[in-house]
């Protein structure tokens, strides 16, 4: 989690401690509310724009990280990576190949 800090700390607006919540913002003005759900889940809420989607992409760059998108895709960074999921993500919905922000959104809208 302390990575996911480094890359989203920069464009934290507000920081709840408690709640492990941070509200990104980027120089364009989108926002996002980000959870850090321990030990490693963290979720994105009311998110959109090329700025947040080049910041989430970065930041599953630097982890290394999956992005499970409910009812949606399953987006991750290598081919290699199928293999690495569980059954129920590799059957039950598509998984699509992308690595930059404009590649998720579109894989996004296409579900």
Request: proline share 6%.
């Amino acid at each position: 989690m302390r990575a996911a800090h480094d890359v989203l700390g920069p464009y934290a607006l507000v920081r709840d401690p408690e709640l492990d919540f941070l509200l990104v913002s980027t120089a364009e003005g989108e926002e996002a509310g980000v959870f850090f759900n321990h030990p490693t889940g963290i979720t994105f809420n009311r998110f959109g724009g090329d700025g947040i989607m080049d910041l989430l992409a970065a930041l599953l760059r630097r982890l290394d990280a999956v992005l499970v998108v409910p009812g949606g895709p399953t987006v991750i960074q290598r081919d290699e990576h199928r293999g690495l999921l569980p059954a129920s993500l590799r059957t039950e919905w598509p998984i699509v190949v992308t690595r930059t922000g404009a590649e998720i959104d579109r894989a996004i809208r296409a579900s």
